[in-house]
């Protein structure tokens, strides 16, 4: 399916006539997005699905990254236990970068690095 989805969306992109600041049609804009999603879902990189759309990576990343929620800077609540220094914690960026197996003092320090 994923082929046969990617061969209509490069048929389709193929088909726009290019020009300095001619936007692709919303419709079929939306259909690249939905299907670059899904395929970022499935792990492949930005290079593959940029090849099998026929479009550049940065284009596509750009269109992602604006049509998704924009994660909530809102403070959130945490639980702070007495014995919690010789537990291990779990870091999870919104990109969705893991550190597993850190102290809350390694974790702590990691976050102050990291600014």
Known sequence: MTGRTASSLRAAIRSHEPARGKRYEPWLKAR???FVLARREQRASWARVSEEVGLR???LRRWC???SPKPS???V???VVADAADRTVI???PAGYRVEGLTLHEAV???RALG
Do not use: C, K
């Open 77 to 79: 609540p945490v639980r």
């Open 32 to 34: 690249i997005i939905e």
């Open 109 to 111: 320090a990691a976050l």
């Open 65 to 67: 990254m604006a049509s």
């Open 57 to 59: 990576f940065e284009t």
């Open 91 to 93: 870091l999870a960026s």
């Open 73 to 75: 800077r809102a403070m």
